[in-house]
């Protein structure tokens, strides 16, 4: 990432971050960073810069996701019993480079991934998405990111090591203690599941988890550190107990209702969808991946009526910010959510401002997400027109993708 270099891109369709520009425009990159964008025709060729025809494509901000977990692969399988430790983190670089090279140039690890993924991506170790990190998932006892399961074994999928501590917690006392250990790992917001959810042995979706009071105190301790909180939050009174806390984000959502959606729109709590996750646990099941069978049929109870959540949240006006939960589903298809928030009535517009601005504020990050002067160079050409064509074929359409001005 600490890799820099000068490119203009000409007479370029534009999505800004927050809606199509009606003219054409010549963009330009220096020293890792948009220094100008114009009409089309404006800007000369200077000496050191690479020039990219942009005629025929769009440009976009690049793309984020808020919702991955760089560090797992097939959540829930029971393959994970069976493999080394440490292997995890190897993969985590294949993961991270096919984020980056399907269009993310930013990204939110919802749990897995520690600090030193995250300075290991800054020194330019490796190649993936800007990251800010959980480290892990705060739970109650029996909660969803508590790993005990009935056999008394500890699922392996975020198994504790020095930099990434044990996220359960209980009590006002013990969550606030957590919250500090976690913030000491180097998180750079917290995670909490405020439910049950689909890929944990004992519990449900629909069952609520922390109490209102035990939110509001990790949601102060965060606060006053200058973190955000992100709620792993399916049944309704998990959301609603959420939203009062204070969160700033509900992850997943599928049992919302109209007290939750105007509660969100009150307290301006952002929807964070993750479509792809009860469809890639179904489509692991089929392809032969060892899940429990209970997992599974959670997974398939939700689905239709996640859709129609997001659907109800969107038509209220809910912001919506992308995430996929790859990690879940597989790594590297993060755009197939764009074509799910199309899918319950996002325009092509409100589809690309969740993947880019909405998605930049969430995360409290203005140097990226829209196409303006000062920010980080990170951007995608699509060929084609996105505004004529829409989001639907954005996986298989040609497509370039630059971070920091470097082409990926």
Known sequence: MAQKADV???????FDGEAFKDETYDVRVEDGRFSAVEPAGTLEKQDSETVVDGTGHTLTPGIIDCHIHALVNNAGS???FTEPFSLQFYRGVENLRLTLEAGVTSARDAGGADAGVREALERGLVRGPRLKVAVTIMSQTAGHGDGMLPSGACSPMLMPHPGRPSGVADGAQGVQV???ELIRAGADHIKIC???GVLSAADDPRHSQFTVDEISTIVAEATAQGRRVMSHAQGTAGIKNAVLAGVASIEHGI?????TVDLMLE???????TLQAPLA?????????????????????VAERHRESVAMAHQAGVRIAMGTDAGVGVHGQNLEELELMAGVGMSTAEVLRASTANAADLMGDDSVGRVRVGNHGDFVLFEGSVEE???????SVEKRVFQGGVAV
């Not at 049992?255 to 007290?259: A, G, K, P, T, V």
């Not at 064509?389 to 996986?395: T, Y």
């Open 389 to 395: 064509h829409g989001v639907g074929q954005l996986r």
């Open 255 to 259: 049992y919302l209702d109209d007290e």
């Open 78 to 80: 029971l393959e994970g």
């Open 8 to 14: 203009l891109v000409t007479n370029v369709a534009l």
């Open 267 to 273: 307290r301006d709590c952002v929807l964070v969808p």
């Open 194 to 196: 405020s439910t049950g």
């Open 178 to 180: 957590k919250t500090r």
């Open 281 to 301: 646990v179904i489509r692991a099941a089929e392809a032969g991946v060892p899940i429990p069978e209970a997992m599974v049929e959670k997974a398939r109870r």
